[in-house]
């Protein structure tokens, strides 16, 4: 089971970036996706889930409104859309899955990165001016 995120920069506040997680190693359609989160000095935490039956997508209250995830299933890759971006919003961006159908609550909120059991290296998103 392999993820990889990219797509992280350097972005204004109120900028918008669309990160990615490209996945291999085991059909990504059956299986929901989630991505974290870790600034510096803090925990990891979660940001948003998309499960495999019909795409239901989850988001922390942080984010909610502001970014959207999304599932290509032809080619294996998830997607983040991260819109009005914050000076808080800066960290680095994980994918994770934990080989279930469903997101859970741990998955996108509050931290709980041992509900993940394979995880991706992460992407730096900088929100500076």
């Known amino acids: 089971v392999q993820l990889q995120a990219s797509g992280g920069g350097l972005v204004q506040p109120g900028g918008s970036l669309r990160l990615s997680c490209a996945t291999s190693g085991f059909t990504m359609g059956n299986y929901a996706i989630a991505w974290f989160r870790q600034a510096p000095a803090k925990d990891r935490e979660g940001v948003s889930c998309i499960s495999s039956t019909n795409s239901t997508a989850y988001y922390a209250d942080s984010v909610k409104g502001r970014f959207t995830v999304s599932r290509d299933n032809t080619v294996n890759t998830v997607y983040l859309q991260m819109h009005s971006l914050k000076p808080e919003d800066t960290a680095v961006y994980y994918c994770?899955?934990?080989?279930?159908?469903?997101?859970?609550?741990?998955?996108?909120?509050?931290?709980?990165?041992?509900?993940?059991?394979?995880w991706g290296k992460g992407t730096l998103v900088t929100v500076s001016s």
């Open positions: 994770a899955t934990d080989l279930v159908r469903y997101c859970l609550y741990a998955h996108y909120q509050g931290s709980h990165p041992e509900s993940m059991e394979y």
